[in-house]
Structure formats: structure tokens, C-alpha cells
């Protein structure tokens, strides 16, 4: 609602889809799909984080530019940023459906399946477990 509540959200965001890009790796299934989600998420507040900057720029620059241009700037610039922000609102709506408890167990089974392939991917016969896949 505000650019410091936009850029917080969009910071996690982005935290979310690194965490989510862990659970999705190279895979095509739904935490890839979720990471996509909250990717194109972050990218629209990124948008308007960016769009806040200009428009704080042109209003400062009000000497410069002459009051009515820096004012239409800003007029412009703000009408965006809000078409910004409902998109991110109605991205929002959909990524969040889901309840968090829900969300948690899918996240687990996501992981178990992920890993369940790495496993069978594994070789055979060293009698030992397999070595957690290397984070990065």
C-alpha cells in the first residue's frame, strides 16, 4: 500500500523464491510452478519499488524540471505504480490460496519426492546411504 510495505513484501518475495528454487530444481512440477509464481511476483513490486524511485526523483527535481512537468511525472509515474501493485495483489491472491499447514505438507512431499529420485539415481551397491545433494 505504501513503497516501504511494497519493497518489504518484495524482499520476501524474493526470499521465498530462492528458498522455492531448492525445492524445485531442475523438476517441472508444482513447486517449479510455485516458484515461477512467486518470481513474477516479486518482479511486479520490483516494478513499482523502481517506478517509487522515479517518481520521488522527478518530484525532487521540481527546480529543475519545472513544477508542472515534475507533477505530471509524478502524476504519471503513480498511476503506474498502482496498476503495479493491483497486479501483484491479484498475483498475491492466487500464490497465498493455499492455508500455510497446506502449504507446509505439499512443500514435504515435494522434498521426499525430489529426494526419492535422487536417491534412485544413485549408485548401487556402496553399502552405504547416499550423500545429501550439495545445496549449491
Same mark, same amino acid.
Given at each position: 500500500?505504501?513503497?516501504?510495505? $511494497?519493497? $518489504?513484501?518484495?524482499?520476501?518475495?524474493?526470499?521465498? $523464491?530462492?528458498?522455492?528454487?531448492?525445492? /524445485? #530444481?531442475?523438476?517441472?512440477? &508444482?513447486?517449479? *510452478?510455485?516458484?515461477?509464481?512467486?518470481?513474477?511476483?516479486?518482479?511486479?513490486?520490483?516494478?513499482?519499488? +523502481?517506478? =517509487?524511485? /522515479?517518481?520521488?526523483?522527478?518530484? *525532487? !527535481?521540481?527546480?529543475?524540471?519545472?513544477?508542472?512537468?515534475?507533477?505530471?511525472?509524478?502524476?504519471?509515474?503513480?498511476?503506474?505504480?498502482? /496498476?503495479?501493485?493491483?497486479?501483484?495483489?491479484?498475483?498475491?491472491?492466487?500464490?497465498? *490460496?493455499?492455508?500455510?499447514?497446506?502449504?507446509?505438507?505439499? *512443500?514435504? !512431499? $515435494?522434498?521426499?519426492?525430489?529426494? #526419492?529420485?535422487?536417491? =534412485?539415481?544413485?549408485?548401487?551397491?556402496?553399502?552405504?546411504? &547416499?550423500? +545429501?545433494? &550439495?545445496?549449491?
Amino acid at each position: 500500500r505504501d513503497d516501504a510495505s $511494497t519493497h $518489504t513484501l518484495r524482499k520476501r518475495a524474493k526470499e521465498l $523464491t530462492y528458498q522455492l528454487e531448492l525445492l /524445485a #530444481g531442475d523438476g517441472d512440477g &508444482p513447486a517449479r *510452478a510455485l516458484h515461477r509464481g512467486f518470481a513474477d511476483l516479486a518482479d511486479r513490486l520490483g516494478e513499482a519499488v +523502481d517506478l =517509487a524511485g /522515479a517518481r520521488d526523483f522527478a518530484l *525532487a !527535481r521540481r527546480d529543475d524540471l519545472g513544477h508542472t512537468l515534475a507533477e505530471h511525472l509524478a502524476g504519471a509515474i503513480a498511476a503506474e505504480i498502482s /496498476a503495479r501493485r493491483r497486479e501483484a495483489r491479484r498475483l498475491g491472491k492466487v500464490l497465498f *490460496a493455499m492455508p500455510p499447514r497446506r502449504f507446509a505438507r505439499r *512443500a514435504v !512431499r $515435494t522434498m521426499r519426492a525430489a529426494r #526419492g529420485v535422487r536417491e =534412485a539415481d544413485a549408485p548401487q551397491g556402496s553399502g552405504s546411504a &547416499p550423500a +545429501d545433494p &550439495p545445496l549449491a
